[in-house]
């Protein structure tokens, strides 16, 4: 059986900066409570007109492509996370696969919200260790502020995400100390309602009834998969209840990457790096400390780009590549936390 290496690695961000000043011009927040309670200083937004989840995706993949030293048309294989996709269906895995004239390669699209990477990019490991394929794209992409709800109403979320893309060209190597050594993933729909955006949906309020969400008009918001009163009550936006996010997600952090290094006979101290999914700064600052990690071992992005969901793994692991924090034969985990819940990990040797 084959390993898989990540063989190119590429990163998308839009140009438009948004800063925390910028956002007291819609809602009532402060610079203060948002980088008190996230550590998010400015995140960016995708350009209004022509700029999807998909195009960032394909600006990302080009880089990524041409780092691992192959073209568009040699990829056999597309993996696309994203929770914010151009279209409600098809997905924009095939979107890309026409932006980016490839073969009429397979293209699956993932669901796995701030986990996505880590799922996409374990579908692609197994993929490449059975031998079907030898170049697989895997991206991750958000167009977040095109969904968020930027009135007060909102600010409890639309302040912490930002727009972009990361990507990994996965090939097969034959080297025994290299490439993805294992991938752990999980799930627990419990909370399911949590973190969630219901609408446009199928729910029809059952799942509304049995979990009695907070806010919902139950009469009105599941009779159709899109409603006059969804958009009259804003029930189109992402909901989140964030203090019980926060306590699951401190809690499923340090298991899913103690499991990764157990899994492989290896513990903090053999750890180069570790990429949290960037959800909020000081849940990545609780990870290090709890795991007793030293500062250099953990990298954190989101004071420049907040929370990009999908992307937020692969935008944190180029730029640590970029700026040499990660070297060949570095052990690398990946972590991820999110709605769902879902969480994973994947430990490499890169
Ligand atoms: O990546 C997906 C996974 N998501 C996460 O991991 C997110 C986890 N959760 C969090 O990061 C935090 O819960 C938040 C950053 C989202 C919120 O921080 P918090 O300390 O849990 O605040 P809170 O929601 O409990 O709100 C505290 C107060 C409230 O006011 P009152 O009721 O105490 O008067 C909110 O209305 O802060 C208020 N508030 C804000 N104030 C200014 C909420 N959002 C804002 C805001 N600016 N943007």
């Given at each position: 059986?084959?390993?898989?290496?990540?063989?190119?690695?590429?990163?998308?961000?839009?140009?438009?900066?948004?800063?925390?000043?910028d956002?007291?011009?819609?809602?009532?927040?402060?610079?203060?409570?948002?980088?008190?309670?996230?550590?998010?200083?400015?995140?960016?937004?995708?350009?209004?007109?022509?700029?999807?989840?998909?195009t960032?995706?394909?600006?990302?993949?080009?880089?990524?492509i041409?780092?691992a030293?192959?073209?568009?048309?040699?990829?056999?294989?597309i993996?696309?996370?994203?929770?914010?996709?151009d279209?409600?269906?098809p997905?924009?895995?095939?979107?890309?696969?026409?932006?980016?004239?490839?073969k009429?390669?397979?293209?699956l699209?993932?669901?796995?919200?701030?986990?996505?990477?880590?799922?996409?990019?374990?579908?692609?490991?197994?993929?490449?260790?059975?031998g079907?394929?030898?170049?697989?794209?895997?991206?991750?992409?958000?167009?977040?502020?095109?969904g968020?709800?930027?009135?007060?109403?909102?600010?409890?979320?639309?302040?912490?995400?930002?727009?972009?893309?990361?990507?990994?060209?996965?090939?097969?190597?034959?080297?025994?100390?290299?490439?993805?050594?294992?991938t752990?993933?999980?799930?627990?729909?419990?909370?399911?309602?949590?973190?969630?955006?219901?609408?446009p949906?199928?729910h029809?309020?059952?799942w509304?009834?049995?979990?009695?969400?907070?806010?919902f008009?139950?009469a009105?918001m599941?009779?159709?998969?899109?409603?006059?009163?969804?958009?009259?009550?804003?029930?189109?936006?992402?909901f989140?209840?964030?203090?019980?996010?926060?306590?699951?997600?401190?809690?499923?952090?340090?298991?899913?990457?103690?499991?990764?290094?157990?899994a492989?006979?290896?513990?903090?101290?053999?750890?180069?790096?570790?990429?949290?999914?960037q959800?909020?700064?000081?849940?990545?600052?609780?990870?290090?400390?709890k795991?007793?990690?030293?500062?250099?071992?953990?990298?954190?992005?989101?004071?420049k780009?907040?929370?990009?969901?999908?992307?937020?793994?692969?935008?944190?692991?180029?730029e640590?590549w970029?700026?040499?924090?990660?070297?060949?034969?570095d052990?690398?985990c990946?972590?991820?936390?999110?709605?769902?819940f879902t969480?994973?990990?994947?430990l490499?040797?890169?």
């Amino acid at each position: 059986m084959f390993k898989s290496k990540i063989a190119g690695i590429g990163k998308y961000v839009p140009k438009n900066v948004f800063t925390n000043n910028d956002l007291m011009k819609y809602m009532d927040t402060t610079d203060e409570w948002i980088q008190e309670r996230t550590g998010i200083k400015e995140r960016r937004y995708g350009d209004r007109t022509g700029e999807t989840t998909t195009t960032m995706g394909v600006a990302a993949a080009k880089i990524a492509i041409e780092r691992a030293g192959i073209t568009p048309q040699d990829i056999d294989f597309i993996v696309f996370a994203t929770l914010s996709p151009d279209y409600y269906f098809p997905g924009c895995g095939v979107l890309l696969q026409r932006a980016m004239q490839m073969k009429d390669v397979g293209a699956l699209d993932v669901r796995n919200q701030c986990s996505g990477f880590v799922y996409a990019l374990s579908v692609a490991d197994q993929f490449i260790k059975s031998g079907m394929y030898k170049n697989i794209l895997v991206v991750g992409a958000e167009k977040h502020s095109f969904g968020l709800d930027f009135s007060t109403r909102g600010r409890n979320v639309s302040v912490i995400f930002g727009d972009g893309a990361g990507a990994a060209v996965l090939q097969p190597t034959e080297k025994e100390n290299q490439g993805i050594l294992s991938t752990h993933l999980h799930s627990d729909g419990t909370h399911a309602e949590i973190l969630a955006m219901y609408n446009p949906g199928t729910h029809a309020n059952h799942w509304v009834k049995e979990n009695k969400l907070a806010d919902f008009d139950e009469a009105e918001m599941g009779e159709m998969f899109f409603s006059h009163a969804m958009l009259d009550k804003a029930q189109v936006f992402p909901f989140m209840d964030g203090q019980s996010v926060f306590k699951v997600a401190v809690e499923k952090f340090p298991q899913v990457i103690k499991e990764s290094l157990e899994a492989n006979q290896l513990t903090t101290a053999d750890l180069s790096l570790l990429i949290p999914h960037q959800a909020n700064l000081r849940i990545a600052q609780f990870v290090q400390k709890k795991l007793q990690l030293r500062e250099d071992q953990v990298f954190n992005n989101i004071q420049k780009y907040g929370n990009t969901t999908a992307a937020s793994i692969p935008i944190a692991l180029c730029e640590a590549w970029e700026e040499g924090k990660v070297k060949e034969g570095d052990l690398v985990c990946l972590a991820a936390f999110g709605s769902g819940f879902t969480w994973a990990s994947a430990l490499l040797r890169w």
